[in-house]
């Protein structure tokens, strides 16, 4: 029996690997459609039909390249960092919930990876805060001032969102009175999101969320003007692949994390009045999980391209002056009404 | 020392204050600019067409009787300031007496100022439209008689540009 389980486990995390690696390869390109777009030019449409092969090609160009490192560098923390990264920005899909369990061959299976985690946010919070390791780890270990300059940005800016962003996660938690992620989704049945709920607490997490992953317009720890190539201005080949992978992934976890906690995961509303079979309405929720993540990765690209970059005082401004007190504030009435209903 | 008054700092209103409405409206304007109409030129299968002002590449005109204009003066290889052009003369039966028996620019050297073309007493050399000029050795860009002649005729709307300007 625990074969199986093994078996199913596995099955679902290679699934899951493979939806989020091609989705980051077709993130890369649509980054570079929708940013030409803005910019009133087409973008890269020369490789296979409308560019869609271009991923594959860029993959393969960065796997040919000389993989350079710098002599003075601190090689085993050089070749560690990129890993801690992706692997953080990997891991996280392991309590995402992607529908409701369904029943496959006589068993019921949860469409998440590791369903009963009863911590789930928790891990979640603690996984995207290790993140923070790849970066400055790798602006260290490269010797490179302009590298640790990056590094320690990115330190300074994820300590400072992530209490914002804790905060407004509790709120959540209070309302739901639940750890694990599929309760809250249960628990956002119908029209009743955590987005109708907690605007403010919306609000302040997707602001955390854009500067946890490091994306316009809180890409300090990259800025290019001032820092060459921020934190990964040392690498090539693979190791860069991985981070650039890692990057891109972590935004599709950012928006699977907020669509699962303030979107509604994977809940169409009035979806039962329509009283399909039970397979096809997990489609149509997994679908809709699947748009929901979809619309986030096109509003963190089109932020990026209209939003310019904060100068690093007014990111710890905003951080520590507005996103905090109003995290607080939101938290403090939350769990008034609570205590009050 | 004061500020200018217009030097002074910009104060921001309430609602500016509140970034919110600001961020939204910037929101809306690449989202305007996302669905608006693009202006690349998907070269090799989409080419632009110079209009006649344009200077392209120097051409040796040749009549319709497939005789060239030039009569070897040498006057646009005196007054070519990149030194690209190279004359020699030779003699012949036709009523000039004289024609190019060695033509050549170098197209490394052309800076395309026209100059050329405006000193020639016999409009024989003129600034055509062609635009595109890529070599892949040294020797390629050395346009000889065999690459300069180009008919009276192709040459037509740049002629009548110059007519009406001089």
């Not at chain 1, 995390?13 to 989020?20: D, I, P």
């Not at chain 1, 006589?106 to 469409?111: A, E, F, S, T, V």
């Not at chain 1, 981070?243 to 891109?248: D, G, K, M, Q, S």
């Not at chain 2, 033509?103 to 395309?112: G, P, Q």
Request: aromatic share 12%.
């Amino acid at each position: 029996m625990i074969g199986t389980e093994i078996l199913i486990a596995l099955i679902k995390t290679v699934l899951v690997f493979l939806v989020v690696l091609t989705t980051v390869a077709y993130l890369v390109l649509a980054e570079r459609r929708i940013s030409a777009a803005i910019q009133n030019r087409i973008g890269p449409n020369r490789v296979g039909p409308f560019g869609l092969l271009q991923p594959i090609v860029d993959v393969v160009k960065l796997l040919l390249k000389e993989d350079i490192v710098p002599t003075a560098a601190t090689k085993p923390i050089h070749a560690l960092a990129p890993i801690i990264s992706i692997t953080v920005a990997l891991s996280t899909f392991a309590v995402i919930p992607f529908g409701r369990s369904v029943e496959l061959f006589g068993r019921r299976i949860d469409l998440v990876i590791a369903g009963d985690v009863n911590i789930g946010v928790l891990y979640l919070l603690a996984l995207t805060s290790i993140g923070v390791y790849g970066i400055t780890l790798s602006g260290w270990s490269s010797n490179n001032k302009y590298s640790l300059l990056g590094g320690l940005r990115s330190t300074a800016q994820m300590i400072s969102y992530e209490l914002s962003m804790g905060l407004s996660v509790l709120a959540v938690i209070l309302i739901a009175g639940t750890l694990e992620l599929p309760k809250i989704v249960e628990y956002q049945a119908g029209l009743n999101w955590f987005i109708f709920l907690q605007p403010v607490g919306f609000i302040t997490f997707l602001v955390a969320s854009f500067a946890e992953t490091n994306r316009a317009p809180f890409d300090l720890p990259e800025a290019e003007p001032e820092l060459v190539g921020g934190y990964h201005t040392e690498y090539s080949s693979f190791k860069f692949a991985l981070f650039f992978l890692a990057e891109y992934a972590a935004m599709i976890t950012a928006s699977a994390v907020i669509t699962t906690l303030y979107l509604g995961g994977w809940q169409v509303p009035y979806l039962e009045a329509l009283g399909l079979s039970q397979g096809w309405e997990t489609l149509i929720q997994v679908g809709a999980f699947a748009l929901k993540v979809v619309f986030l990765l096109f509003f963190f690209i089109w932020v990026r391209w209209s939003v310019p970059r904060f100068r690093y005082d007014q990111l710890m401004n905003l951080g520590w002056k507005v996103m905090f007190p109003l995290a607080v504030v939101n938290l403090l009435v939350t769990a008034l009404v609570v205590l009050a209903v | 020392m004061s500020i200018p008054p217009e030097n002074k700092r910009y104060e921001l209103t309430f609602w500016e204050k509140i970034y919110i409405p600001e961020l939204v409206k910037g929101l809306k304007l690449t989202l305007d600019q996302l669905l608006a109409k693009k202006f690349t030129r998907q070269y090799p299968e989409e080419r632009w067409t110079p209009p006649p002002s344009f200077r392209g590449r120097p051409v040796l005109a040749v009549e319709e009787n497939g005789v060239e204009r030039c009569v070897a003066c040498g006057l646009c290889s005196r007054v070519c300031p990149a030194l690209a052009i190279e004359v020699q003369a030779a003699e012949t039966e036709l009523e000039k007496e004289r024609y190019p028996e060695f033509f050549e620019i170098n197209m490394l050297r052309c800076i395309f100022c026209g100059f050329c073309e405006e000193v020639c007493p016999e409009e024989a050399i003129i600034m055509s439209d062609e635009y595109e000029l890529a070599f892949s050795t040294r020797e390629e860009a050395l346009f000889g008689k065999d690459k300069l002649l180009m008919s009276v005729e192709k040459l037509r709307p740049r002629l009548n540009y110059l007519h009406s300007q001089y």
